[in-house]
């Protein structure tokens, strides 16, 4: 799987509207429910579970969530949600799959892509 794959998934998210609109409600709204989601820990007990497929969900969230921060220009929000991002990728890869290391980099490398 390519890291534009990962990506891909914006659509899904609410705010995904956002990109066939040009309403930033949209990306606001997305950006609520994923501070949300991190103010309440959903994630928090997925990486005590034996289930690679709740943890690459956990990844995906992530990604998405600093999509929605790339477009609302929330640099000081990347900043901790790549270092978690890069943390979370490590325990993944070292727990479950070695070879989603390479690709997972990738999308951390376009992040700081840009950021930069």
């Known amino acids: 799987m390519k890291s534009g794959k990962k990506f891909s998934g914006m659509s899904e998210v609410p705010g995904g509207l956002l990109l066939r609109t040009s309403e930033t409600s949209y990306l606001n709204e997305a950006f609520s429910f ?3 989601i991190c103010q309440r820990s959903y994630y928090t007990q997925v990486n005590k579970e034996d289930r690679p ?3 690459v969900k956990k990844l995906h969230y992530y990604a998405r969530f600093i999509v929605v921060c790339l477009l609302l220009n929330k640099m ?3 900043k901790d949600l790549v270092k978690e ?3 979370e ?3 993944y890869t070292h727990h479950f799959s070695m070879h989603d ?3 997972w980099n990738l999308v951390l490398q376009e992040v700081a892509a840009f950021v930069e």
Do not use: F, G, P, T
């Open 34 to 36: 994923y501070s949300a």
């Open 53 to 55: 497929e709740l943890v």
């Open 76 to 78: 000081d929000v990347i």
């Open 85 to 87: 991002l890069s943390d």
């Open 89 to 91: 990728i490590e325990d």
């Open 101 to 103: 290391q390479v690709e």
